[in-house]
């Protein structure tokens, strides 16, 4: 059961910007940072942005995070065809005592 | 160059038991902790648990503890996670992964695939 909704589907055409949505509650994103990964067709997932906002070393800056009380999202620009992937939000939370992973978001390039 | 490498796929029956391995190379191995996350098939990621590997200390998933057993031997920088009484609900792709800053994981295991069947 995850703590963490996100819309299961996203879509846009190439150079378009989407932003996928994150909602927690007190426990988790209210009070801790949130992770955001990349999990491609067959692949283990991929850190994308983390500690809300930043981005490790060789994510391109067309991926950005933001945090805003119980909730969080991830912005895509530019939009390109190996974007497409699943993409999950993550977070601590301090009541279930776990690391809770969103419900996951499948993007589509049209 | 980092790296987590996983052990291969497994076949078990129902009521087995199950030990994978993860082998941590290209950095310090007792500096960061090591997690482990499920995929079942189709689905989305669970956290499983972690463990320091300098002290092997451990946090597991409430949902999971006594099912789950994560450990750690430093001499050969691996990171085991095992499974008891198999069920086919277990059936799944099992990650390590590497944690970095804050609870973020920033290297990933290839993956192992563990099947479950009678």
């Known amino acids: 059961q995850s703590v963490l909704t996100q819309p299961p589907s996203a879509s846009g055409t190439p150079g378009q910007r989407v932003t996928i949505s994150c909602f927690g509650s007190?426990?988790?994103?209210?009070?801790?940072?949130v992770d955001w990964y990349q999990q491609l067709p067959g692949t283990a997932p991929k850190l994308l942005i983390y500690s809300n906002n930043q981005r490790p070393s060789g994510v391109p800056d067309r991926f950005s995070g933001s945090k805003s009380g119980t909730s969080a999202s991830l912005a895509i620009s530019g939009l390109q065809s190996e974007d497409e992937a699943d993409y999950y939000c993550?977070?601590?939370?301090?009541?279930?005592?776990?690391?809770?992973f969103g419900t996951g978001t499948k993007v589509t390039v049209l | 160059e980092v790296q987590l490498v996983q052990s291969g796929a497994e076949v078990k029956k129902p009521g087995e038991s199950l030990r994978i391995s993860c082998k941590g190379s290209g950095y310090s191995f007792t500096n960061y902790w090591i997690t482990w996350v499920r995929q079942m098939p189709g689905k989305g990621l669970e956290w499983m648990g972690r463990i320091d590997p300098s002290d092997s200390y451990t946090n597991y998933s409430p949902s999971l503890q006594g099912h789950v057993t994560i450990s750690a031997d430093k001499s050969i920088s691996t990171v085991y996670l095992q499974l008891s009484s198999l069920k086919a609900s277990d059936t799944a792709m099992y990650y390590c992964a590497r944690q970095a800053v804050a609870t973020s994981f920033d290297f990933w295991g290839q993956g192992t695939l563990v099947t479950v069947s009678s």
């Open positions: 993550a977070a601590w939370d301090d009541r279930l005592s776990l690391y809770v």
């Open positions: 007190s426990s988790n994103i209210g009070s801790n940072t």
